[in-house]
């Protein structure tokens, strides 16, 4: 009995070689994670304060576009940009929204609108999107980063202008 317990013990460490595997090192697990990451796609979008109760991912993606939308609407509405430029009636505004809660705004347009001052539109912008509500950054993978994104911002129906235009 002795000699067989001697001898399972024998095999049994002997044997342990052939389940050895080799260890991926530092730089290829990590080159492997940041390949697995989806960089165009983050955890949780931009958010506002009235916007927070929600908690399906798309529902709060959509009440937070509407409200940013709908900010930039009221803060343009009484602007002389329909006045200078009573044609246009929609303007492209990229919004960023920094790690930091900081946002910014730039006018976009598009490649034959050459009509337009862009300066001009991109200053009037600028001194009416101030104040803004505290919006909350993107999260990706439990840390804030940095998010840009078009919104299409309708400065007065044509309804609106015709009338205007006739009084």
């Known amino acids: 009995m002795r000699p067989f317990f001697i001898f399972s013990i024998f095999i049994f460490f002997n044997s342990c070689q052939y389940f050895e595997k080799q260890v991926p090192s530092e730089k290829e697990l990590l080159q492997k994670e940041l390949k697995s990451i989806n960089w165009k796609e983050v955890d949780e979008y931009p958010t506002v ?90 999260i990706k993978r439990g840390l804030p980063v940095k998010t840009q994104f078009i919104l299409p911002v309708i400065l007065k129906s044509k309804e609106a202008k015709n009338q205007l235009h006739k009084k």
Do not use: G, H, W
Not at 49 to 59: G, H, M, P, V
Not at 83 to 89: A, F, N, Q, V
Not at 117 to 136: G, H
């Open 49 to 138: 304060a009235d916007c927070e109760t929600i908690t399906d991912k798309k529902e709060r993606q959509k009440c937070f576009f509407d409200f940013m939308s709908q900010q930039i609407q009221q803060k343009l509405d009484t602007d002389t940009l329909s006045l200078l430029y009573p044609e246009l009636d929609t303007v492209n505004v990229k919004v960023t929204v920094f790690p930091n809660a900081k946002i910014k705004f730039e006018p976009q347009f598009s490649k034959d609108s050459t009509s337009y001052n862009k300066t001009e539109i991109d200053s009037i912008l600028q001194a009416r999107l101030v104040d803004f509500p505290k919006v909350n950054p993107a």
